[in-house]
């Protein structure tokens, strides 16, 4: 079983930026990876993914041109660089790795947008 674990969530106010890490009890290199966030009383929405083949990426529009998913291959760990944060990011953002027969997730990590 592949347990996941995020960090990097923190209290910023709108303009600031957070690095969030995905860390797995083994390498998630093998993985299609993505990141995901809730919000109170909102549906779960995905928000990016990095492909397990080729690294391609995908970015919900809400976020496009202000986080990054990437890679670190030595590490076997993945990392969502958020610039530019707005109070409408605010949410628990989860780590998922897509597994052959099964999703795995992470217990999520708060993210604050506030002034």
């Known amino acids: 079983q592949l347990q996941l674990v995020e960090s990097g969530g923190d209290l910023v106010q709108p303009g600031g930026s957070l690095r969030l890490s995905c860390t797995g009890s083994?390498?998630?290199?093998?993985?299609?990876i993505g990141w995901f966030r809730q919000a109170p009383g909102k549906e779960r929405e995905g928000v990016s993914c990095i492909s397990r083949r080729d690294g391609s990426t995908y970015y919900a529009d809400s976020v496009k041109g202000r986080f990054t998913i990437s890679r670190d291959h030595a590490k076997g760990t993945v990392y969502l660089q958020m610039n530019s944060l707005k109070p409408e990011d605010t949410a628990v953002y989860y780590c998922?790795?897509?597994?052959?027969?099964?999703?795995?997730w992470g217990q999520g990590t708060q993210v604050t947008v506030s002034s």
């Open positions: 998922v790795a897509g597994g052959v027969d099964r999703d795995y």
């Open positions: 083994a390498t998630l290199n093998p993985y299609t």
